[in-house]
C-alpha cells in the first residue's frame, strides 16, 4: 500500500510540475510577445504548441510571431493549425493576410482583406495600425474594403449609407419640458450613444420622478424601438416607425387589473427647437383613442418665444 501510495505521489508531483512548467513558459512567451521580442517568442511559442498542441492560441501566437521574423512558410504552417483547432477565424485570417502582404503576395493579402470586409469584420482601425498592410493601401481595392470595414465599425455614423439611424435625431437636445397648459413638467436631456446608435433620454419631472428611454433603429426589424424605465419600477417596451416627418411609437400593455391597453406614441418634429410628444391609450385594440399626455419640448438655448 506504501508503494502504490509513494508512486501517486510521484505522478502527482510530476504532473504538478509540469503544469508550472507550462505556465512559466506561457508567461515567458506572452511577455516576449507583448515586447516584440519575436526571434524569443517564436521559441517559446514553439514549445507550448508542442507541449499542448490542441491549444489554438500557441498556434495563433506562433504563426504571427513567425511572420514578424519573416519566416512566413512557418507562420503560414502555424496558422493553418490554429483555424483547424478552430481559433476566431477572422483574427486568423487577418494574421494570414499581414503573412502575405509583408511577404510581398500583394494579390493574396488583397483577397484575404477583401473577404475580411464581406464577412462584416469591423477592426478597420487594426488594420490601420498593421504595418504590414502599409504596402496595400494605395490600392482601390484595399481602400474599398477598408471602407466596408469601417461601415460595419460604425454603421449609425453613415448616414449617406445608413440614413435610417438618424431619423430621429431631431429629439437630441436638452430640453424644457412644457405640459398643453403651458406649466413646465420638467426637464429632458437627449443624446447619442454607443456609435451614435442609441438615442438616450434623460427624463426629471418637476414632482421627483425620474426616468430614461432607450431608442434604436433595428435594421433587422427595419423599424425603431425603444425600452424605457422609471423609478417606480415601470417599464415598457416601444416599437415604431417614421410617418412623415414624425416618428410614432405603439405598446401593448397590461394592468395591474388585467385590463389590456395598446399606446400610441407620438413625436412630432415642429421645428429645429421644438418637438411636440403625444401620447394615447385605448382599451379597445385601437378603436378608440384618449390622451394620456401631451408634452411640448422647447430647446433650453431657445428663447421662450419659440413657445409661444
Known amino acids: 500500500m506504501r508503494q502504490v501510495l509513494f508512486v501517486f505521489t510521484i505522478l502527482l508531483c510530476g504532473a504538478l510540475c509540469a503544469a508550472a512548467d507550462v505556465s512559466n513558459m506561457a508567461a515567458a512567451a506572452e511577455q516576449a510577445y507583448s515586447a516584440k521580442q519575436w526571434t524569443q517568442a517564436s521559441e517559446l511559442y514553439g514549445e507550448l504548441s508542442k507541449t499542448e498542441p490542441t491549444n489554438a492560441l500557441w498556434w495563433l501566437r506562433l504563426g504571427d510571431s513567425y511572420r514578424h521574423s519573416a519566416n512566413y512558410d512557418g507562420a503560414r504552417q502555424a496558422l493553418a493549425k490554429a483555424e483547424q483547432l478552430g481559433y476566431q477565424p477572422l483574427v486568423v485570417k487577418m494574421t494570414l493576410a499581414a503573412t502575405e502582404a509583408a511577404a510581398g503576395k500583394s494579390d493574396q493579402a488583397l483577397a484575404l482583406v477583401e473577404q475580411l470586409a464581406d464577412a462584416g469584420f469591423p477592426a478597420y482601425r487594426t488594420v490601420d495600425e498593421e504595418d504590414a498592410f502599409a504596402s496595400l493601401k494605395p490600392s482601390p ?48 436631456r437627449v443624446r447619442l450613444i454607443l456609435g451614435d446608435c442609441v438615442v438616450e433620454e434623460n427624463w426629471a419631472s418637476k414632482l421627483g420622478g425620474e426616468g430614461k428611454s432607450f431608442s434604436k433603429y433595428n435594421p433587422h426589424s427595419r423599424r425603431w424601438e425603444q425600452y424605457w424605465v422609471d ?78
Open 141 to 188: 481595392r484595399f481602400m474599398a474594403a477598408r471602407q466596408k470595414m469601417v461601415l460595419a465599425a460604425e454603421p449609425c455614423k453613415h448616414p449617406e449609407t445608413n440614413p435610417e439611424y438618424r431619423q430621429f435625431d431631431y429629439w437630441v437636445g436638452d430640453w424644457d419640458v412644457y405640459n398643453k397648459f403651458g406649466a413646465v413638467s420638467g426637464h429632458n
Open 231 to 308: 423609478d417606480q419600477g415601470d417599464t415598457t417596451f416601444f416599437h415604431g416607425q417614421l410617418e412623415g416627418t414624425n416618428l410614432v411609437f405603439h405598446s401593448e400593455t397590461t394592468d395591474a387589473d388585467g385590463t389590456s391597453m395598446v399606446r400610441r406614441l407620438t413625436f412630432f418634429r415642429l421645428g429645429p427647437d421644438k418637438v411636440r410628444q403625444f401620447s394615447e391609450m385605448s382599451t379597445d385594440g385601437g378603436k378608440i383613442w384618449k390622451p394620456e399626455y401631451d408634452l411640448t419640448y422647447i430647446r433650453h438655448i431657445a428663447t421662450a418665444k419659440n413657445f409661444l
